[in-house]
């Protein structure tokens, strides 16, 4: 039994890799070479940049790694379905990338030298202004939230942690000018879709067995 449960964990740490081994596409498709449109609205340009939000929006990478990998432990099928819509996610998005680049908003000159305005700058300087319909940090971040939601295990304090700190980066590529708001409209609406249809294929597969299950009980068989 503790060798089968270890075997699960290690199985869904492995198939974690798949998602670092998907986003090496990522820096070939982000380039305006392509062409580029905008989304961005008049009520984006309306938002305020907040400077402090560059510090959960620099956080995720780490953020999603320790949420993930708990999951892992705590519940393999969890992790599994949650990682699987995260491969999914990131395909699409890519192959919308790829056909459909979009550009994000104006950013705004970073003149400060304190340190929330260094960072900043930083995050500029590195990530280029495009691959933004649909948002990934949203995409990954809101499907956090999905996936803790149907757990049995939380406990409150870590779902409400989860829900926070995925809320306060889905934020933060608004407030620090990222991403506009049809940005992360597109990537709740992608999650939502591919955890639905991931959940019925999950039970759809688990059809046959339960059709063994009922016969072994000697009642009807399931039609």
Not at 143 to 161: D, E
Request: overall charge positive.
């Amino acid at each position: 039994m503790k060798m089968n449960k270890n075997l699960k964990i290690a199985s869904s740490l492995l198939f974690l890799l798949s998602i670092p081994a998907i986003m090496m596409i990522y820096p070939y498709l982000n380039t305006s070479t392509r062409g580029v449109h905008t989304l961005v609205t008049s009520l984006d340009r309306e938002i305020p940049v907040v400077k402090m939000f560059v510090v959960p929006y620099i956080a995720w990478i780490g953020y999603l790694t320790i949420t993930l990998i708990y999951f892992c432990f705590k519940d393999y099928k969890l992790a599994i379905k949650t990682i699987l819509v995260f491969d999914l996610g990131l395909l699409v998005c890519f192959i919308i990338y790829y056909f459909y680049q979009t550009v994000v908003p104006i950013r705004p000159e970073v003149t400060g030298e304190d340190f929330l305005s260094r960072i900043l700058k930083y995050v500029y300087k590195i990530d280029q202004p495009y691959n933004c319909f649909p948002s990934i940090h949203v995409m990954s971040s809101y499907l956090m939230i999905r996936a803790i939601r149907h757990c049995s295990w939380k406990k409150w304090w870590i779902n409400w942690g989860i829900k926070c700190f995925s809320i306060s980066i889905i934020l933060a590529t608004l407030f620090i000018k990222q991403h506009a708001i049809m940005d992360v409209i597109a990537a709740i609406f992608l999650v939502n879709c591919l955890f639905k249809i991931v959940e019925s294929v999950n039970e759809w597969l688990l059809l046959p067995n339960r059709k063994v299950k009922t016969v072994r009980n000697g009642l009807t068989p399931i039609k």
